[in-house]
């Protein structure tokens, strides 16, 4: 391992035990310890990270200059640095899982079977088992499947015909992203839920996940629709016979183990004084590593042993170069979103919306707009959506409540991950397509994104006569 991987991951585990030993022991030493620990990898990483993360760090670091005209410059700095090191850590702690996950020969079967089903069900399989693979391998389900969608759609399988591969591969390729996109609004594990859990004083995981699983659901639906309506329902002739039986037994598999995991995560919660996120954050290494070791169980306890030991050494250094943006991007938000908390006062904020003559829902849809509008224009959703929920405190001085302000602000996540050319995930989809970002987000995922927000328009109407 090179003396550059080594110090990045150094700086890691000590993010990683900081963070830990502030939440569980309320140590606060600790607190700073990891937050100059997240500086430090920042800086190490910085030459490797992409343009985006630079801004938001860069502009998260201009905010610190003004700290010292807030009422309590320390409180807040204290709050920055505990948001910027918990949400860092709680990426770090999933990536055990996504390392298990690349490493499963049962995750690369279902794959397998999710990719190689008859036109008229594949979309919708697709798109819910991207979500399903979403809760633990995060932006690798796109690598994974998009990559057996790329491999499984040649034109010898399309027959020769040109025109039927491409529709094949737009037609999986909007599945997988639109899948991925309602993971915020489906996941315990999403950092999604673990900003706004953060953020919004009194919003209960047990309130918002049921109603964000039914709306994603719901979504993936529309798309589902879509697709079977504007495009072939069979595969064409001769085409039928090539497809090979795929077994249901791997799925199951893996159903059990989130539910595993995820069942974990909330007796956890529930039995302890501990919070979903840092329930989530406690249990993902744990099971992350269990998984890897069971995976070479054929080989007998010691030999399982030893080969969970090479994987790790092997595998965790190469976690390192993926996590730098993500983990760079979180943590400049979560800073920079305490930070303008401090600096713009309640009174500042509610005399702003009232002389827009916005409240209550109307107030939500504007929200929900300029978060996908300025995700057309490169502002990553984790830094519009952390602006928007910090600024709207408390949300009742708004006409809102905790649920329906975090439903609005997840959905308008999910909207921009599916329509912004500058998402990660976008990228990735477009890249495996062969088509540009741009043409993906604005051409071939238009009308989803127009037909999303209307539903999207009334469901919120609806839902604030009953939160």
């Not at 798109?127 to 790329?150: D, P, R």
Request: glycine share 8%; proline share 5%; charged share 10%.
């Amino acid at each position: 391992m090179s003396l550059h991987r080594f110090l990045a991951l150094s700086l890691l585990a000590t993010l990683l035990a900081g963070t830990l030993l502030y939440q569980l022991a309320n140590v606060e030493p600790a607190l700073w310890i990891a937050g100059f620990a997240l500086i430090a990898f920042i800086v190490v990483r910085w030459r490797r990270l992409p343009q985006s993360p630079r801004i938001l760090v860069g502009l998260a670091l201009c905010s610190g200059f003004f700290l010292p005209w807030t009422e309590d410059p320390w409180a807040v700095l204290r709050t920055a640095f505990d948001r910027a090191g918990y949400f860092s850590t709680f990426l770090v702690a999933l990536s055990f899982l996504r390392l298990a996950a690349q490493r499963s020969r049962m995750v690369r079967r279902c794959g397998a079977l999710a990719v190689n089903q008859p036109p008229a069900r594949r979309y919708g399989i697709l798109s819910y088992t991207t979500a399903l693979f979403g809760l633990i391998l995060n932006f690798g389900v796109l690598h994974l499947l998009g990559l057996m969608v790329t491999r499984g759609n040649t034109l010898a399988a399309a027959a020769g015909n040109v025109s039927i591969q491409r529709t094949r591969q737009r037609r999986m390729s909007l599945a997988m992203l639109r899948g991925f996109a309602a993971l915020p609004m489906t996941s315990p594990f999403s950092i999604t839920l673990a900003l706004l859990l953060t953020i919004i004083p009194g919003l209960r995981w047990q309130d918002i996940l049921p109603i964000g699983f039914v709306t994603a659901l719901l979504l993936i639906l529309i798309g589902w629709i879509q697709d079977f309506r504007h495009n072939p329902r069979r595969a064409p002739p001769g085409m039928e016979a090539s497809q090979k039986r795929y077994s249901w037994q791997p799925a199951v598999q893996l159903v059990g183990l989130i539910g595993l995991l995820t069942g974990g995560a909330f007796l956890l919660e529930t039995t302890t004084e501990l919070s979903l996120t840092l329930a989530v954050i406690m249990i993902s290494p744990l099971v992350g590593i269990g998984w890897l070791a069971w995976q070479g169980n054929r080989a007998g306890t010691w030999g399982a042993l030893v080969l969970l030991g090479r994987r790790l050494k092997t595998d965790i250094p190469n976690q390192v170069a993926p996590l730098s943006g993500e983990v760079s991007l979180l943590a400049g938000a979560g800073f920079l979103g305490a930070a303008i908390t401090g600096l713009v006062t309640e009174s500042q904020v509610l005399w702003l919306v009232s002389s827009l003559h916005l409240n209550g829902y109307y107030l939500l849809i504007v929200a929900m707009i300029l978060t996908v509008a300025l995700g057309q224009v490169g502002f990553n959703p984790i830094v519009s959506v952390t602006l928007l929920a910090s600024a709207l405190q408390p949300v009742a001085s708004f006409g809102l409540t905790n649920e329906l302000l975090a439903l609005g602000l997840m959905s308008a996540w999910c909207l921009t991950v599916n329509s912004s050319p500058f998402t990660i995930s976008v990228s990735i989809v477009g890249h495996l397509s062969q088509v540009s970002p741009r043409h993906l987000a604005w051409n071939w995922n238009r009308r989803y994104l127009l037909v999303s927000f209307v539903f999207l328009s009334a469901w919120l109407f609806g839902l604030q006569w009953v939160y």
